[in-house]
Structure formats: structure tokens, C-alpha cells
């Protein structure tokens, strides 16, 4: 296990080479690491997990470009009303580099799950997202229980399933 006292020291030690190597060492050191961490370091990391520790999350990985995804958000909508009442939260991450393009996507579909922003691909590059949608369901206690790439309807009962699954477990 890393301890807290080694990742601030590796931080530091990448301070001192540079803002380029401190943001290497922000992606693929302290993001890892400290995803479900409590520790100042979370500073540097534009989107928290541990916010939802405790509930199981439906990750999506989206793009305002992508024709799935227009499939699959409101589904989301349905997800989030169905079982939020018993731990699931529906957490959408875009990966547009220019906000408006995702803002009229929104405007389309009003979702009411947490939208968030990932412009610069640091979340999409930590899950390692391959395509558009990617779908990443992550059980109570943090872990990563399944992994989709792409979103048709036919699979939505598979999907389903697998959430209700993991919703059973404590």
C-alpha cells in the first residue's frame, strides 16, 4: 500500500521538474491512488468519487458527437428514477473539448443525474475509455464491477441486471 507520505513526497519531487511532470504524476500516481482517499492531494483532481462512497455509481462516458449516447441518456434518466431510492447514482462524464457543444446536447435531454466535465480526458484516460459511450459500474465500496463500451437498446436489460445486482450487495 502507498502511504500518504510517499505520494506527497513523489508530488513534491515531480514539483520541482516541472508542471508537466506534476501533472503526469497527477495522472497516473494520485488519481489512482487516492480516488476513494480522504487527503488534501484531492485538490488536483477535478472529479472526487469518494463523494459517493457508499452508493453504487453508473459511471457513462459521453460525447455530444456520439449517436449511442443519444440513446442511452434517457435510459440514464429511467436508471437514476428507478434506483436512486436504493443507492444509484448516475454520474455522467463529458469528454467535448468545446462546452458548448455538450450544453446543447443538454439542452436536448435535461437530464437530472450529475453531469460532469472532463475536457482535458484525465477520468476518460484513467478508466481507459476506448469508445463513446463507455459505461463503468462501480459498486459501494469503489470498486469497478463492469466495464461496456458502446450503448444499444437491446442491451439494456443486461445492464440492468448487473446494477441490480450489485444494488444487492452491501
Not at 494520485?30 to 487527503?39: D, K, R, Y
Not at 492531494?41 to 458527437?65: K, M, N, T
Amino acid at each position: 500500500m502507498i502511504s500518504i507520505w510517499s505520494i506527497k513526497k513523489f508530488t513534491v519531487h515531480y514539483v520541482l521538474k516541472g508542471a508537466q511532470l506534476l501533472k503526469l504524476a497527477i495522472r497516473h500516481v494520485l488519481l489512482p491512488v487516492c480516488f476513494f482517499a480522504l487527503t488534501e492531494a484531492h485538490a488536483a483532481v477535478p472529479f472526487d468519487l469518494s463523494e459517493f462512497r457508499g452508493q453504487v455509481v453508473y459511471l457513462d462516458f459521453w460525447a455530444s458527437w456520439c449517436g449511442p449516447c443519444r440513446q442511452s441518456f434517457p435510459w440514464m434518466q429511467t436508471l437514476q428514477g428507478a434506483y436512486s431510492s436504493q443507492g444509484l447514482k448516475v454520474v455522467a462524464i463529458n469528454v467535448d473539448t468545446d462546452r458548448a457543444d455538450a450544453e446543447k446536447f443538454l439542452q436536448l435531454f435535461h437530464p437530472s443525474f450529475d453531469v460532469r466535465f472532463d475536457p482535458a480526458g484525465d477520468m476518460a484516460e484513467h478508466f481507459k475509455v476506448k469508445g463513446m459511450p463507455t459505461s463503468v459500474i462501480i459498486d459501494r465500496h469503489g470498486a469497478v464491477r463492469y466495464t461496456h463500451i458502446g450503448f444499444r437498446p437491446v442491451d439494456r436489460a443486461t445492464y440492468e441486471d448487473q446494477l441490480r445486482r450489485v444494488l444487492t450487495e452491501k
